[in-house]
């Protein structure tokens, strides 16, 4: 599928998403998690998806985390977080971009991923993105060099996912506006 035909999508605060959506897309998509993330099982019951809302609501007004999901006629076919670094001075946040599988490979990721950037740097004003992913995930290193993420390195044995330490690629872009 060509990004120029990919169906329109919207980025919303996940807080403000029906919960069943919310609910629906983790459970779809908990294999997906657990392969490319260092989250454990129990984080994609009911009770602990409530409180990632809830804490996504209190954070982002803070300015500190901001979530959101993907959204696609209702239906959530993605998340974002970005993610404050360190000390509010530096203005640099981390970035993950998770797409449903049924999704990827049509031009989502980069699609999506453009969309994140500018947001990230003319909405909520940072001055740089980080984003790290394994690297042997081939697609999406491919996606943030598309979008315009600079490989920085990789970092050895950074991520424990299912009972082994990950190699990650390290990715950034700094916003040369600000």
């Known amino acids: 599928m060509d990004p120029l035909h990919l169906e329109p ?3 919303i605060p996940v807080h403000q998403v029906n919960f069943d959506e919310v609910f629906a897309f983790f459970s779809r998509n ?20 409530r409180s990632r809302l809830l804490r996504s609501a209190i ?4 300015n500190y985390t901001f ?7 209702k239906r959530m076919i993605g998340y974002v977080r970005i993610m404050r670094l360190l000390e509010k001075t530096l203005n640099a946040a981390d970035v993950q971009l998770i797409v449903d599988r049924d999704y990827q ?4 990721g980069s699609t999506i991923g453009k969309a994140v950037v500018q947001k990230a740097f003319n909405e909520l004003k940072f001055r740089k993105l980080t984003c790290t992913v394994l690297v042997y995930h081939y697609g999406a290193n491919r996606s943030l060099e598309k979008v315009g993420f600079r490989r920085v390195g990789t970092l050895r044995k950074n991520t424990f996912i299912n009972g082994e330490w990950q190699d990650v690629n390290l990715y950034e872009i700094v916003n040369n506006d600000l």
Request: net charge negative.
């Open 9 to 11: 999508y919207e980025l």
């Open 30 to 49: 908990r294999t997906l998690m657990l392969e490319t993330t260092h989250r454990y099982s129990d984080e994609f019951s009911e009770h602990v998806i």
């Open 59 to 62: 954070e982002s007004e803070r």
């Open 67 to 73: 979530r959101y999901a993907i959204m696609i006629n």
């Open 105 to 108: 490979r049509v031009g989502y």
